[in-house]
């Protein structure tokens, strides 16, 4: 017999399931580093904390929801950081498109 939470559970898996999805996609099809690591990181952190979420209700009581919340946190904290880097890191090696940007930040920062 399927509850309640069970069915708000698989619709949660579901829905972060899709935005991994659409987050595998768009790194598959933008065309520069900055979209990719947008959407490398945006919709693949909610599509994987709505999946734990999923699971840590799928599991009420259980033992293992301890590291479905540990795991989540590890992925709320290391996204951001990677983002930033990779970012640097494609600036540095001037692999952007320069008519994307609507303030280059990062040269006002250097002209000091």
């Known amino acids: 017999m399927t509850t309640v939470l069970d069915v ?5 898996v579901l829905a972060g399931s ?11 099809r933008f065309g520069d580093t900055m979209s990719r690591m947008h959407s490398a990181t945006k919709p693949q952190v909610l599509g994987l904390l709505l999946v734990l979420a999923g699971a840590a209700i799928r599991l009420r009581g259980h033992a ?8 989540g946190m ?3 904290i290391t996204a951001p950081v990677v ?7 494609a600036y540095r090696e001037q692999s952007y498109r320069d008519d994307l940007l609507t303030r280059d930040e990062m040269a006002e920062r250097s002209e000091d």
């Not at 708000?8 to 949660?12: F, I, N, T």
């Not at 293992?64 to 795991?71: E, K």
């Not at 983002?83 to 890191?89: C, F, K, P």
């Open 83 to 89: 983002a930033n880097r990779v970012g640097q890191l």
């Open 74 to 76: 590890f992925t709320l």
């Open 64 to 71: 293992d929801v301890g590291m479905v919340i540990l795991t």
């Open 18 to 28: 899709t935005l991994a999805l659409t987050a595998a996609i768009g790194i598959v």
């Open 8 to 12: 708000l559970a698989g619709a949660l």
